[in-house]
């Protein structure tokens, strides 16, 4: 299992060495290395991450706030020099928290930390159980039949998914969002964004690479996704 990684810290110095202790890691793949949380967005959204290394105190953005941001499931390791976080960095369910100077044994702690609960959310899918017409899913202390054909979309949020539905509420499950999409019919369901899979038959509206489903859900086709979301467009537009 590789596992796809992307590091941010203002400070070149601290940066270098968690992005060289990721590329000497076999297990690991360094996606990025960023300066500001801010720029980590689009990175998202143009790639498959599963492992965030972030500092908190920086400018524009800390590393807190841009977590606390984030929809999709990403699993997060705080880096940084000031203890008195740690506690934050577990109520926005941060994996593990390492204090600078970081060692590569401090390191190493926290990636098997990682791998574990990265295996755990990859253990739920696959008791994801169904076929082209319906799934059994895991939600609280139930498992629950979802028809595909009510499905709406699938928003990623963190380590959880919410699955709305045209007929009910939504339905939230503990589930990988990127092994979600392998076990949906790919010519009903399309990942559109890094944080929404979209039900095709569902869609009646298209608005600037909008999807809008309601005035109140308007889901964007992100540039990853944007080339196959077209395809699909052109497959079926009538001239």
Same mark, same amino acid.
């Given at each position: 299992m590789i596992i796809k990684c992307v590091a941010i810290d203002d400070e070149p110095l601290a940066l270098k060495q968690i992005s060289s202790y990721i590329e000497r890691t076999p297990s690991l793949e360094l996606v990025a290395a960023l300066s500001s949380a801010t720029s980590a967005y689009e990175v998202l959204d143009n790639n498959e991450v599963d492992l965030l290394f972030v500092d908190i105190n920086m400018p524009e953005l800390s590393g807190m706030d841009f977590a606390k941001s984030l929809k999709q499931n990403i699993g997060i390791i705080f880096t940084t020099a000031y203890s008195e976080y740690a506690l934050d960095g577990f109520k926005v369910n941060a994996i593990d928290y390492i204090l600078k100077p970081i060692g590569y044994d401090n390191f190493i702690t926290a990636v098997d930390k990682a791998k574990q609960r990265l295996s755990q959310e990859n253990k739920s899918? $696959? $008791? /994801? *159980?169904?076929? #082209?017409?319906? /799934?059994?899913? *895991? @939600? $609280?202390y139930k498992i629950i039949r979802v028809e595909l054909k009510n499905i709406t979309y699938i928003e990623g949020m963190r380590e959880?998914?919410?699955?709305? /539905? @045209? #007929?009910? *509420?939504?339905v939230i499950t503990l589930l990988s969002f990127k092994k979600l999409m392998e076990k949906l019919p790919h010519n009903s369901f399309m990942r559109v964004h890094r944080s929404y899979i979209v039900n095709l038959k569902k869609i009646t509206t298209i608005e600037r690479m909008r999807i809008i489903f309601n005035e109140d859900v308007r889901i964007p086709v992100s540039e990853q996704y944007k080339e196959a979301f077209q395809k699909y467009i052109d497959e079926n537009f009538l001239t």
């Open positions: 899918t $696959e $008791e /994801l *159980k169904g076929n #082209n017409d319906y /799934l059994f899913i *895991k @939600s $609280e959880y998914v919410r699955i709305h /539905l @045209s #007929n009910q *509420k939504p």
